[in-house]
C-alpha cells in the first residue's frame, strides 16, 4: 500500500515561510556586517591608543626629568634666600602631578593592550598575569 499526501494549496503559508526566512537570512547578515565593522573599529581604536600612550608616556618621563630639575633649583634658592617655601611646595606639587599623570598613562597604555589583545581574540589569562 503505497499512500501519497501532495498538499497543492495552503492558503500561502509555504510563501510566507519562505518570505520569513528570506528575511532573516538578510538580518543574520546585516547583523554580522555590523559586529564586523565593530571589531575593525574597535581593533584600530586599541591599537592607536597603544601608539599614542607610548608617546604620552615619553613626554610623562620628560616631565617628571624637568619638574625634578626645577624643584631642586627652586629648594637651592630657597636656601640662599631668593624662594619662598610657597615655592617649593609648588614645585614639589608640580612633579607629584607629573608622577600621577605617568601612573594614569601606564594605566591607559595597559589597558589600551589588553583591549587590542581581546578585540583580536588573543587575549589569554597569562596575559593578564604577565601584566601584573
Not at 22 to 37: F, G, S
Not at 68 to 75: F, I, P, Q, R, Y
Amino acid at each position: 500500500a503505497l499512500n501519497l499526501n501532495l498538499p497543492i494549496y495552503q492558503g500561502g503559508f509555504v510563501v510566507s515561510q519562505v518570505r520569513q526566512a528570506r528575511y532573516a537570512y538578510t538580518q543574520a547578515l546585516e547583523t554580522r556586517e555590523q559586529i564586523r565593522l565593530a571589531v575593525i573599529s574597535d581593533t584600530r581604536q586599541a591599537f592607536n591608543n597603544i601608539i599614542s600612550g607610548i608617546s604620552v608616556i615619553k613626554a610623562d618621563k620628560q616631565a617628571i626629568v624637568s619638574a625634578m630639575s626645577s624643584l631642586e633649583s627652586t629648594k637651592m634658592g630657597f636656601q640662599v634666600g631668593t624662594r619662598t617655601m610657597l615655592d617649593v611646595l609648588d614645585k614639589l606639587r608640580d612633579l607629584y602631578n607629573a608622577e600621577f599623570a605617568l601612573a594614569h598613562d601606564q594605566y591607559v597604555y595597559l589597558k589600551g593592550i589588553i583591549d587590542l589583545k581581546n578585540a583580536a581574540g588573543i587575549l589569554s589569562s597569562r596575559d593578564i598575569v604577565e601584566i601584573n
